[in-house]
């Protein structure tokens, strides 16, 4: 009996109303499942309780900065500390991909993100083993 792949489930964490549905959709249209965070609080708890393949989220959240939420993550020692995050952000300059970097993201990318180029650097990230993750051209 053949079983059926259930599609990869990405957390959009943005504290924009009309850019989470936005991502959202965007992202139901490529099949994936999608949970959503207004805050990085709320992202922590999404990540604590359900198996979240790949994480993208705003730099500038209203309870703390997405790099702070990221260091949180990858410290947990769970599935969360591996998952790709995806950083999008309102402002651009090193200082703030110095920021995510340092904090663990695997990408970058200032809105609006060219959205065909996104789509691309998650399924990606998304491709199962290291080696393929790794093998990513990271925007930075």
Known sequence: MQQTRTPP???????YADSRQMLKLLLETLNYEVL???NGREALSV????HIDLILTDFDLPDMTGPT???????????SATVPIVMLTAFEGYHYRKLAKQAGCDA??????DFEFLKRTVDCLLQ???AK??????VW
């Open 133 to 138: 993750r790794d093998s990513i051209a990271r």
């Open 69 to 79: 939420m990221v260091r949180y993550l990858r410290r947990r020692g769970n599935h």
């Open 9 to 15: 489930t990405i957390l959009v964490v943005e504290d």
């Open 36 to 38: 959503t965070a207004a």
């Open 47 to 50: 990540a604590a309780n359900n």
């Open 108 to 113: 970058f990318f200032v809105k609006p993100p």
């Open 128 to 130: 199962e083993g290291q």
